[in-house]
């Protein structure tokens, strides 16, 4: 069964800093997903990764994946206060079911 | 475009009595529908999903059953709701052209 386990699960950084947020999973996963939460909100798609070695961007978020190490990163560059929030990663059990980590949950202070 | 709906947005329920909570995808035909839930402060567990009318896969034993009467109708429910029940609740939908699962604005339910 796969287990997903992300750290930190708190991150409290200063703006303009760089960070990474780490995901774990136990078992063979072919996507590795990454979600945003805002506080008693829904969750909001940011990545999907389809391959070893699958690099994606969008503003000062980058996630990666490395299939052989079953790991993936969230890596922010210049941390802004809007990025704080919680984010989880996810991988995929079977076709139906994803397996989501307990979430990180980021605050960026002026 | 594709659109969730998923209602009510919040509920207060006491102990013992029914629940009913329902969500609709717009925009698209045969997705694949997915009920979640969160308690407060920890990740997302799948409760249901369903991969066409009438198909549902329980992923916990539990007091809540699911149905999907139409192709993009899916309804979570409750015979009698436990304080256990409380959480927020998400339904997720996902199909052709989307690789990650799209997530509804959720319900928060609180059983008192």
């Known amino acids: 069964e796969l287990k997903v386990e992300q750290n930190p699960l708190f991150l409290s950084m200063q703006e303009g800093k760089n960070y990474t947020i780490y995901c774990n999973y136990s078992?063979?996963?072919?996507?590795l997903y990454w979600y945003r939460q805002d506080p008693g909100k829904s969750l909001e798609s940011l990545f999907v990764?389809?391959?070893?070695?699958a690099v994606k961007q969008e503003g000062r978020l980058m996630a990666s994946l490395d299939t052989k190490a079953r790991l993936s990163t969230l890596h922010i560059t210049a941390a802004v206060h809007d990025l704080s929030a919680t984010y989880f990663c996810?991988?995929?059990?079977?076709?139906?079911?994803?397996?989501f980590g307990q979430g990180t949950r980021l605050t960026i202070n002026p | 475009s594709q659109t969730i709906h998923q209602w009510p947005a919040t509920l207060v329920q006491p102990v013992g009595s029914p629940l009913s909570l329902e969500c609709t995808v717009e925009?698209?035909?045969?997705?694949?529908l997915y009920w979640y839930r969160q308690a407060a402060g920890r990740g997302l567990q799948l409760l249901f999903y369903?991969?066409?009318?009438?198909?549902i896969s329980s992923e916990v034993p539990q007091n809540l059953s699911a149905s999907r009467p139409q192709d993009r109708q899916f309804i979570l429910s409750s015979k009698k709701l436990l304080l256990s029940d409380s959480g927020f609740y998400l339904c997720?939908?996902?199909?052709?052209?989307?690789?990650?699962?799209?997530f509804g604005s959720g319900t928060r339910l609180t059983v008192v």
């Open positions: 997720a939908w996902s199909g052709t052209g989307r690789p990650a699962e799209t």
């Open positions: 078992t063979t996963s072919d996507r």
């Open positions: 990764l389809l391959s070893n070695g």
């Open positions: 996810a991988g995929r059990q079977g076709a139906q079911k994803l397996v």
């Open positions: 925009g698209t035909s045969n997705p694949n």
């Open positions: 369903s991969v066409g009318i009438g198909q």
